[in-house]
């Protein structure tokens, strides 16, 4: 195993002193339990958006925490389901009298953990509700999941749902939004290579030198099915084609079109998926109107792509283009 880390069982630990250090004017650690909170938290009178999960996918969740977007975040160990203190913990500190949205992946752990934290902290009298992601259409049931794994509508429903807490909206209509957004949300990832968490000192999965893996998920669970590497375009379709089947997509739709680094994929790479996506959403006349492109949702140092679409109105255009300002997406600001 080769990583620039210390120890394996303080990677965690040391990697949100990191985050700290660097990012102090937009976030606040708390270590015990493990919470990132905006600096400004709580602020009164906005609901209070907070998710969470394993580390290992940053910048998701904890870069995603500031103005606009998160105003918390929980991270558990690699891979691993933050535990309901943590969570308890985020709704507490940042309890600003208009309740908590609290988005969840569908992950069996997750959901559980943060299922009761929500108890906990309505038993306190927060209004706290949970809307689970799970947008993936590679599988219907994982290693880790009942049903569908949430994966890259997570960051825009974060996003999304973020602006409109930041204007003042009540809890039920950005629960509701945030409905919205993960029935209109889609996504699909492939892997060349697998990763390794460092507290296992060994590759999760193998592939072949000349195999890639198409419908993986971001903890390495195994997709649809294992295949000889294959050209960009030819990629492209086999995520692009069961997403925009699923909705369905129809011609006409305006769409953000969200490509993701696994972690080890660099952004040439990436641009190219772009435009093959570009191409192959035009021959359905499927319009990109907004995009994302880069490492926003990982698993470590994998090698592989996913693919996310986002159905858009011109509320969502407008909520998505509304300021944000994070360490890991910043604009209009």
């Known amino acids: 195993m080769k990583k620039i880390i210390n120890d394996p069982s303080t990677v965690v630990a040391e990697a949100l002193r990191g985050v700290e250090l660097a990012?102090?004017?937009?976030?606040?650690?708390?270590?015990?339990?493990?919470?990132?909170?905006?600096?400004?938290?709580?602020?009164?009178?906005?609901?209070?958006?907070?998710?969470?999960?394993?580390?290992?996918?940053?910048?998701?969740?904890?870069?995603?925490?500031?103005?606009?977007?998160?105003?918390?975040?929980c991270p558990g160990a690699v891979f691993t389901s933050p535990t309901p203190d943590q969570v308890q913990a985020a709704?507490?500190?940042?309890?600003?009298?208009?309740?908590?949205?609290?988005?969840?992946?569908?992950y069996t752990g997750d959901v559980m953990n943060f299922e009761m934290a929500a108890d906990l902290a309505g038993g306190g009298g927060i209004e706290v509700e949970a809307v689970v992601i799970d947008d993936d259409v590679a599988v219907k049931d994982s290693l880790y999941t009942a049903g569908r794994r949430g994966v890259g509508t997570t960051v825009l429903a974060e996003k999304i749902c973020g602006a409109a807490a930041e204007e003042g909206r009540p809890l039920k209509e950005v629960s509701d939004l945030c409905r919205k957004v993960n029935g209109w949300g889609r996504s699909m990832g492939m892997a060349l290579t697998s990763c390794t968490v460092p507290a296992a000192g060994k590759p999760t999965f193998e592939l072949g030198d000349d195999e890639m893996e198409i419908g993986i998920g971001i903890h390495g669970e195994p997709g649809r099915e294992r295949k000889k590497v294959a050209p960009a375009a030819e990629i492209v379709e086999m995520l692009a084609t069961p997403i925009v089947d699923d909705i369905p997509f129809q011609q006409g739709d305006e769409v953000l079109a969200?490509?993701?680094?696994?972690?080890?994929?660099?952004?040439?790479?990436?641009?190219?998926?772009?435009?093959?996506?570009?191409?192959?959403?035009?021959?359905?006349?499927?319009?990109?109107?907004?995009?994302?492109?880069?490492?926003?949702?990982?698993?470590?140092?994998?090698?592989?792509?996913?693919?996310?679409?986002?159905?858009?109105?011109?509320?969502?255009?407008?909520?998505?283009?509304?300021?944000?300002?994070?360490?890991?997406?910043?604009?209009?600001?």
């Open 91 to 106: 709704v507490e500190r940042t309890d600003g009298g208009a309740g908590a949205l609290l988005i969840v992946k569908n």
């Open 258 to 333: 969200f490509v993701n680094s696994m972690g080890g994929t660099p952004l040439i790479e990436l641009y190219i998926v772009y435009n093959d996506l570009h191409r192959f959403l035009e021959g359905r006349g499927i319009k990109i109107t907004r995009n994302l492109i880069g490492p926003y949702i990982t698993s470590l140092e994998m090698q592989g792509c996913s693919i996310t679409l986002l159905k858009l109105d011109d509320e969502l255009t407008r909520l998505w283009d509304a300021p944000v300002k994070t360490p890991g997406m910043r604009w209009g600001v």
């Open 23 to 73: 990012h102090g004017d937009l976030l606040t650690v708390i270590h015990d339990p493990a919470v990132i909170v905006r600096a400004d938290a709580p602020v009164r009178g906005k609901v209070a958006l907070i998710s969470g999960g394993g580390s290992g996918h940053e910048p998701m969740h904890g870069g995603f925490v500031g103005a606009g977007m998160l105003d918390a975040a």
